[in-house]
């Protein structure tokens, strides 16, 4: 019979007593332990965002001010366009006309609403093209850099160079008729929806349309110097080098991986874009050549109302205010943005 192999002694574990407790074990059934939920930087910049009282208090008014200008036009018993000669210019008044009349006898208040849809759309529209375009240039330049980059900036530089106020003036004094090429474009499109696009009635429309080219092709380039510099920090990074290995297209790597990571700084400039194209939009129409009868704009209104400063202080103050309101809330906003978005700002 085979001697057994004795097993190896144990050390007696001593017993840790009151005063050191056994370290808690992870309960399996029954229990469960909180665990910190992730985070990123959309979150985070929310939360900073709620946290700047000024920049929510903006975002709420631009909410309230787009409402009205939509719903009001719509429901009013005073249509924009409505003149009442035997009324003329009245003074506001809470029980009929808010904003009072102007010198045609029409609801200023309606006229307000009905230009702020339009100032309000100038901008958007214009910054929508400005920011199609730059992000566009700006992240094909930044991306291959080299000659390719060397060549597009020197093309933005001339560009700058250029007096583009003097320019958007003179392109819209020379070209928003209809005695040029862009009306007949105006006219071929607009003949898809109207059975006779060439009614004159439409020619304050075209104006408007072409304002809103004229500024949106014009706005773009520091957009795309900004997006350029984004571009050129990222493309070194690890997920650029991960889908080019795997064959990722240059123009797909572009817009769908390196311009959603340069979001933050576009979105930014973006709000600080649209109050800078109305409120060139607004100058254009105060030397008239924006905003045509019977369409209006706040530019426009307060550009009719000065003629009367001194009689009807009313018809320059109201849609003053407006645009002013706007254009202070569209800068709020867009500085809460930022220091909202700014990745070096520490999370609280």
């Not at 109305?278 to 003629?307: D, H, I, K, Y």
Request: proline residues 6%.
């Amino acid at each position: 019979m085979s001697e057994e192999t004795p097993l190896p002694a144990v050390a007696a574990v001593p017993d840790p007593g009151p005063e050191h407790p056994a370290p808690e074990r992870p309960s399996v059934h029954g229990e469960h332990h909180e665990i910190e939920k992730g985070t990123s930087l959309w979150r985070d910049a929310w939360k900073r965002l709620k946290k700047n009282r000024v920049a929510v208090a903006s975002a709420i008014i631009l909410i309230v001010l787009v409402l009205v200008c939509i719903i009001h036009p719509e429901v009013t018993k005073y249509p924009y366009d409505q003149a009442n000669l035997k009324l003329g210019a009245t003074s506001p008044s809470w029980r009929d006309h808010w904003f009072g009349t102007d010198d045609y006898g029409r609801d200023l208040f309606s006229r307000v609403t009905f230009g702020g849809r339009v100032s309000l759309a100038v901008g958007v529209i214009a910054t929508f093209i400005s920011f199609t375009i730059g992000v566009s240039y700006g992240a094909i330049a930044g991306y291959f850099g080299g000659r390719i980059d060397g060549i597009m900036m020197r093309i933005v530089d001339v560009l700058y160079t250029l007096p583009l106020l003097v320019f958007e003036i003179l392109l819209t004094a020379f070209f928003a008729n209809k005695d040029t090429i862009f009306y007949e474009w105006f006219i071929a499109v607009l003949g898809i929806f109207k059975d006779d696009p060439t009614d004159p009635a439409f020619l304050p429309l075209f104006k408007i349309v072409f304002v809103f080219g004229a500024l949106g092709t014009m706005s773009w380039l520091t957009m795309a110097r900004i997006v350029r510099g984004q571009v050129i920090s990222l493309r070194g990074q690890l997920f650029v080098e991960a889908a080019q290995s795997v064959g990722v297209s240059d123009m797909r790597l572009i817009f769908r991986h390196l311009i959603p990571n340069a979001l933050g700084p576009i979105i930014v400039y973006t709000t600080l874009t649209i109050p800078e194209v109305m409120l060139t939009e607004a100058f254009l129409s105060f030397l008239g050549l924006g905003t045509e009868e019977p369409l209006s704009s706040w530019g426009q209104l307060v550009s009719n109302g000065v003629e009367s400063l001194d009689l009807n202080p009313w018809l320059t103050i109201f849609p003053g205010v407006m645009l002013a309101v706007t254009l202070f809330c569209f800068n709020f906003l867009g500085d809460g943005l930022r220091d909202a978005l700014d990745p070096r700002i520490r999370k609280d």
